[in-house]
């Protein structure tokens, strides 16, 4: 059975910094991309990062450029996002998922996903 868990969620004050993780078991996705999604309440899952290949290619949101970073363990099959700078408006849950379908930058590229960690924001 393939199951992602993710990791390092929490409350933290906004310039703060978080390191999430994501380890996949039951499968390898060393050829396949693995990213980040988050989701507010009351809005719809948005796409926040992804590595394809081992770190070959990396997209990163707008939103969170320049304050997030992806990378990854090949040989541990984790990914993981370093969030620094946090902002009120980061407050989210966080999926991390992969994708054996195709295509990366929306959710409905991926099918797996792990259950989500929160992150929240405030002073």
């Known amino acids: 059975q393939v199951q992602l868990v993710e990791s390092g969620g929490g409350l933290v004050q906004p310039g703060a910094s978080l390191r999430l993780s994501c380890a996949a078991s039951g499968r390898t996705f060393s050829g396949f991309p693995m990213g980040w999604f988050r989701q507010a309440p009351g809005k719809e899952r948005e796409f926040v990062a992804v590595?394809?290949?081992?770190?070959?290619?990396?997209g990163i949101a707008d939103s969170v450029k320049g304050r997030f970073t992806i990378s990854r363990d090949i040989a541990k099959n984790t990914v993981y996002l370093q969030m620094n700078s946090l902002k009120p408006e980061d407050t989210a849950v966080y999926y991390c998922a992969a994708s054996t379908l195709g295509g990366w930058s929306q959710s409905s590229h991926y099918n797996y996903w792990g259950q989500g960690t929160q992150v929240t924001v405030s002073s």
């Open positions: 590595s394809t290949w081992s770190n070959g290619r990396i």
